[in-house]
C-alpha cells in the first residue's frame, strides 16, 4: 500500500507541466543536483536544461562550461556562478571566457564570485566586461581584477551594481548606465585609493572599504548612503565628498588621522565620525522631515597638526538633521567645556547628549594646567555663557573625574536647557572625588527640581 501511494504521488508530480518542474528544479539550489533528477525517469531526463533561474556551485571552469552549453533557453532570468578553483589556479583567460559564456545567456541577473587569488601573483589584473544588454542585475567578486568597459560599450538596463574584491573605473563605468539605481562597493583593491563618479539616476550607494583615500559622488537622486573606510594615515589626507541634495538615510562609520576641531589648532583631533539614522531606542523621533541622525565622535588631545577640519569635512558630508550627539572625549584633564559648546552650536536641534570620557592610557598623566594651557582659549569666560539648546531633553555624562570645570559644564546646560527632562552622570571608576566636589554636584540637580537626575558612583 505504502509503494502504491509513494508511486501515485510521483507520477502525479511528473505529470505536471515542464513549467512547473523547470521551477521545482530551479529551488534544489544547484544546477548540479537538478541534473542529477534525469535518472528518475524518462520524464525527468535533460528536464533541468529548461530551468529559468541557474545556480552553480563548486564546479571548475571546464564544467560551468559544459553546463552553460547544454541550457536550451536562450536566455535566462538568473545566473548565480560560484567556481571552484583547481590547484593550478586561474589564469585571466579563464575569468574572460567564463564571463563571455554567461553573458550569452543574456541573464537578467548575474552573479560570479570567485574565491581568493585566484588569478596567482600579486599584480591586479585588467579584463574587459562582456557586452550585458538585457542584465538588469550585476554582482562581481573577484580579487585582483581591474574590470574595464570598452569604449562604447553601455549598459542600458542594469539597475544593480555590486564589487567585491576587485574594481573598476567607476568615474567612466557610470556614465554608460543610465537606470543604474543601486551601486555597492566593498573591499575594494589596494591600488583603488579612489572612489569619484557622477550619476544623475543613482539612489543607493554603499561603500566598504579596507583603506580609502578619497570618496566622491556627484547624485542628486541619491536617497541612501552607505559608507565605512580609512581616511588616509598620518602621511595622507583623506577627504569624503557627497553632492546628494535628496538624501535622507545616511550610515557613515570612518577613521580619521587628519581632521582637527577647528576650535583650537594645537589641541583637539577627530579620530572617528559616525553617523547614522535615529531608531526608535535613541530618544528621537525618527519620523521626522528630514530624517533625524546620531552624530558620533571620538576626539583626542593631539599635539599634531591635522590639515583638514572638522567644518571643511562636514560641509561636504550633507547631513539631514542631527538631532543626537554621542562623544567620546581623549581630554587627558583638559577644559572640555568650550569645545562642548562649539559642537552644540553647529547642532542646536540636538535632543540627547551623550559624553563619554575616556580614561587616560597606563603611565599617561594629565597634561592640562590651566593658567598655562590652550584648552580654554580664546574664550576663557565660558562657563558664564548661555547658549541656546531649546531641543535638549537628555543629557549623559561618563567618566566625570572630578575636576570643578565639569561642574561648570553640567550649570551651563541646567542655565540654557529650558526643556531638560533627565541628567545621568556616571563617575570615573578609578576616581573618588572629594566630597566638597559631590556635594556641589548634589546641590546642582538640588535646584532643578523639575529634570530627573541621577548620580551613579
Same mark, same amino acid.
Given at each position: 500500500m505504502q509503494l502504491e501511494m509513494d508511486q501515485s504521488l510521483v507520477d502525479r508530480i511528473s505529470a505536471l507541466p515542464d513549467d512547473v518542474l523547470h521551477g521545482i528544479l530551479a529551488g534544489v539550489g544547484c544546477v548540479r543536483s537538478a541534473a542529477r533528477t534525469s535518472i528518475l525517469s524518462r520524464r525527468w531526463r535533460g528536464l533541468w536544461t529548461g530551468i529559468d533561474t541557474v545556480t552553480i556551485r563548486d564546479l571548475a571552469p571546464d564544467a560551468i562550461h559544459a553546463a552553460l552549453a547544454r541550457l536550451?533557453?536562450?536566455?535566462?532570468?538568473?545566473?548565480?556562478?560560484?567556481? $571552484?578553483?583547481?590547484?593550478?589556479?586561474?589564469?585571466?583567460?579563464?575569468?574572460?571566457?567564463?564571463?563571455?559564456?554567461?553573458? /550569452? !545567456?543574456?541573464?537578467?541577473? =548575474?552573479?560570479?564570485?570567485?574565491?581568493g587569488r585566484s588569478l596567482g601573483g600579486d599584480a591586479d589584473v585588467s579584463l574587459p566586461l562582456? %557586452?550585458?544588454?538585457?542584465?538588469? +542585475? !550585476?554582482? !562581481?567578486?573577484? %580579487?585582483?581584477?581591474?574590470?574595464? $568597459?570598452?569604449? /562604447? =560599450?553601455?549598459?542600458?538596463? =542594469?539597475?544593480?551594481? +555590486?564589487?567585491?574584491?576587485?574594481?573598476?573605473? *567607476?568615474?567612466?563605468?557610470?556614465?554608460?548606465?543610465?537606470?543604474?539605481?543601486v551601486l555597492r562597493v566593498t573591499k575594494a583593491p589596494s591600488p583603488v585609493y579612489k572612489i569619484e563618479f557622477l550619476s544623475a539616476s543613482l539612489e543607493e550607494f554603499a561603500g566598504s572599504t579596507l583603506r580609502q583615500f578619497a570618496i566622491d559622488i556627484a547624485?542628486?537622486? *541619491?536617497?541612501?548612503?552607505?559608507?565605512?573606510?580609512?581616511? /588616509? @594615515?598620518?602621511?595622507?589626507?583623506? +577627504?569624503?565628498?557627497?553632492?546628494?541634495?535628496? &538624501?535622507?538615510?545616511?550610515?557613515?562609520?570612518?577613521?580619521?588621522?587628519?581632521?582637527?576641531?577647528d576650535l583650537f589648532r594645537e589641541l583637539w583631533r577627530v579620530v572617528f565620525l559616525g553617523i547614522r539614522p535615529v531608531e526608535g531606542?535613541? /530618544?528621537?523621533?525618527? *519620523?521626522? =522631515?528630514?530624517?533625524?541622525?546620531?552624530? $558620533?565622535?571620538?576626539?583626542i588631545m593631539s599635539t599634531r597638526f591635522p590639515e583638514s577640519t572638522f567644518t571643511e569635512e562636514m560641509e561636504k558630508i550633507p547631513v539631514p538633521f542631527v538631532t543626537v550627539l554621542e562623544l567620546k572625549i581623549g581630554s587627558r584633564g583638559h577644559v572640555f567645556g568650550p569645545l562642548l559648546l562649539y559642537l552644540l552650536g553647529i547642532y542646536p536641534a540636538v535632543q540627547k547628549l551623550v559624553i563619554i570620557l575616556l580614561e587616560p592610557q597606563p603611565n599617561v598623566e594629565d597634561t592640562c594646567f590651566r593658567r598655562r594651557c590652550y584648552c580654554e582659549k580664546?574664550?576663557?569666560?565660558?562657563?558664564?555663557? @548661555?547658549?541656546? !539648546?531649546? +531641543?535638549?531633553?537628555?543629557?549623559?555624562?561618563k567618566g566625570l573625574r572630578g575636576s570643578y570645570h565639569e561642574v561648570d559644564f553640567l550649570r551651563l546646560i541646567f542655565r540654557?536647557?529650558?526643556?531638560?527632562?533627565?541628567? @545621568? &552622570?556616571?563617575?570615573?571608576?578609578?576616581?573618588?572625588?572629594?566630597?566638597?566636589?559631590?556635594?556641589?554636584?548634589?546641590?546642582?540637580?538640588?535646584e532643578h527640581p523639575a529634570v530627573s537626575c541621577t548620580v551613579c558612583l
Open positions: 536550451a533557453r536562450p536566455a535566462v532570468a538568473a545566473l548565480d556562478i560560484h567556481v $571552484s578553483v583547481p590547484r593550478q589556479g586561474l589564469q585571466p583567460a579563464d575569468v574572460d571566457s567564463l564571463l563571455a559564456a554567461a553573458a /550569452g !545567456l543574456s541573464p537578467a541577473k =548575474l552573479a560570479v564570485a570567485i574565491p562582456p %557586452r550585458l544588454d538585457a542584465t538588469e +542585475s !550585476l554582482g !562581481l567578486e573577484v %580579487r585582483g581584477v581591474l574590470f574595464v $568597459s570598452p569604449p /562604447g =560599450l553601455e549598459f542600458p538596463k =542594469l539597475e544593480t551594481l +555590486s564589487l567585491a574584491a576587485c574594481a573598476m573605473d *567607476l568615474a567612466a563605468m557610470v556614465p554608460r548606465c543610465p537606470k543604474l539605481r547624485a542628486p537622486a *541619491l536617497k541612501k548612503l552607505t559608507v565605512a573606510c580609512n581616511m /588616509g @594615515t598620518d602621511d595622507t589626507l583623506g +577627504s569624503l565628498s557627497f553632492v546628494a541634495p535628496m &538624501v535622507e538615510e545616511i550610515s557613515i562609520k570612518c577613521w580619521y588621522f587628519s581632521m582637527r576641531v531606542g535613541d /530618544g528621537a523621533p525618527a *519620523l521626522v =522631515l528630514p530624517r533625524a541622525h546620531v552624530m $558620533s565622535l571620538q576626539i580664546p574664550n576663557r569666560a565660558w562657563s558664564d555663557e @548661555t547658549v541656546s !539648546l531649546i +531641543s535638549l531633553r537628555e543629557v549623559e555624562i540654557s536647557a529650558p526643556l531638560l527632562q533627565r541628567v @545621568t &552622570v556616571k563617575l570615573c571608576s578609578a576616581i573618588i572625588p572629594d566630597n566638597d566636589w559631590y556635594n556641589t554636584i548634589l546641590d546642582t540637580f538640588e
